[in-house]
């Protein structure tokens, strides 16, 4: 398990500052299965069949998680409980609620809110909020 201290940025303009998030580094998975080399892209798939897709180094940054608790409390359900994908650089529709499968692909997939016209990376610093098709 990791703890990880980060603010979160919604796509809509709003921030939460100091979220402290713990769960397993997605680092982990590196050492559970082999990655075929030529996967460059990893696409979260969760409940209701909601999807993210992200670059495979994106996805291995050293502070994102598979998130079990903020804030020294379990998730809640409404927020993702049991296991809620935190990808603290990227705009928070990329942390996926009620993670159940990690899938690593060759090519880059849209997912469930880049389908829909939010911008297929999503950095907040960016300002890289929706695409521009």
Known sequence: RVKVLSDIHCVTTWSKLNNL??????SIIKELVNILPEAKFVIVHAAGGFTTNLSI???FEADVLFAFKIDGKNISAE????VRLIVPRLYFWKSAKWVNEVEFVALDRPGFWESAGYHNHGDPWKEERYSHL
């Open 79 to 82: 927020h993702g409980h049991p």
């Open 21 to 26: 998030w713990e769960g397993p580094s997605t």
């Open 57 to 59: 180094s994106d996805f």
